[in-house]
């Protein structure tokens, strides 16, 4: 069992959405687990030594929702090297736009620099092709999930 931080970034819920639909299937897998809409940079140093899953969306031109933006900008300008984090990234967007996923990309980016392990491939979920995100996004969970150890 696993403690599992997950993080998200959203201007309209769908992320919010498929990160619930996440913590349902963790719990059930027996990994204890906490949802922030609004991360801290508190919460991140308390789960960069467990397990962090974020789930965010991307905004304006290839940017980061507010909700998750000061997070990212705390985290790069606070944090620095955390080789021990091992995180996941659920990345929403749309492909009718330049950019895309680019929030999640960003945020994988700035984590990969830090020497942050990534669990797993990034999943980039497009809007254009997935009506309901968390179609896509239960079974990557339901992966991601049996890889916590
Ligand atoms: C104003 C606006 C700007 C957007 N910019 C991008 C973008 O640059 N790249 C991208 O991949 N998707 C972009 N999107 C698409 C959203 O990321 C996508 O619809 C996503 O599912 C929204 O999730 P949310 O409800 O969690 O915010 C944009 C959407 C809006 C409304």
Redesign the pocket.
């Known amino acids: 069992m696993a403690e599992v931080g997950i993080f998200?970034?959203?201007?309209?819920?769908?992320?919010?959405?498929?990160a619930e639909e996440a913590e349902t299937v963790l719990k059930s897998q027996g990994h204890e687990v906490k949802l922030f809409e609004e991360g801290s940079l508190e919460a991140w140093q308390y789960y960069r030594h467990h397990f962090v899953l974020v789930?965010?969306?991307?905004?304006?031109?290839?940017?980061l929702?507010d909700s998750i933006a000061p997070l990212y900008v705390a985290i790069r300008d606070t944090v620095g090297y955390q080789p021990e984090l091992r995180y996941g990234l659920i990345?929403?967007?749309?492909?009718?736009?330049?950019?895309?996923?680019?929030?999640g990309h960003k945020l994988d980016d700035l984590l990969q620099e830090q020497g942050a392990a990534r669990i797993g491939d990034l999943l980039e979920?497009?809007?254009m092709e997935n009506p309901e995100?968390e179609t896509v996004a239960i079974p990557w969970v339901e992966k991601w999930a049996s890889l916590l150890k």
């Open positions: 998200v970034g959203t201007v309209y819920g769908n992320s919010l959405l498929v789930v965010t969306s991307t905004t304006g031109q290839g940017d929702p990345a929403l967007g749309d492909s009718s736009y330049d950019h895309f996923c680019g929030g979920i497009d809007a995100p």
